[in-house]
Structure formats: structure tokens, C-alpha cells
């Protein structure tokens, strides 16, 4: 049986923490920014976190890296 290949898609987008929580970078953070509320632009400095089952799911993608 052949190997399992990691998703590199996800390998990309996507860290692993620690305690297994899945973290990605925010959208709406490339260009455009000048019609957005100086709010909206700093919560969207922080990374975002996958709930449970989303996580689950990246990390069984990534498995063979892990």
C-alpha cells in the first residue's frame, strides 16, 4: 500500500499548536484596506482558530508531517 501524501494546499494555509488546535491566517488582509474601519483591520491581524471538528479534519490531512 502506498504511502499517505500530505495535502500541501493545507501544509500552506494551515499551523498546527500544541495542544492540536488548528490556526489559519485571516481573510481580507491583501490589498483594499483603506475602506476598512481601523476595528475590523486589527482583529483581522490575529489568526484564526478552527473549532474541533474543522481541526480534526486539517490535522488528519497533515498527518504524515506530524
Known sequence: MP???THKGI???F???AKGKAKHRNANR???LS???GKSKRQ???DGVLDNYQA???IE???PIL
Open 3 to 5: 504511502k499517505q501524501k
Open 15 to 17: 499551523t498546527v499548536t
Open 30 to 32: 491583501g490589498h483594499l
Open 56 to 58: 480534526d479534519r486539517i
Open 61 to 63: 490531512a497533515l498527518r
Open 44 to 46: 483581522n491581524r490575529q
Open 35 to 37: 475602506g476598512k474601519s
Open 11 to 13: 501544509k500552506k494555509r
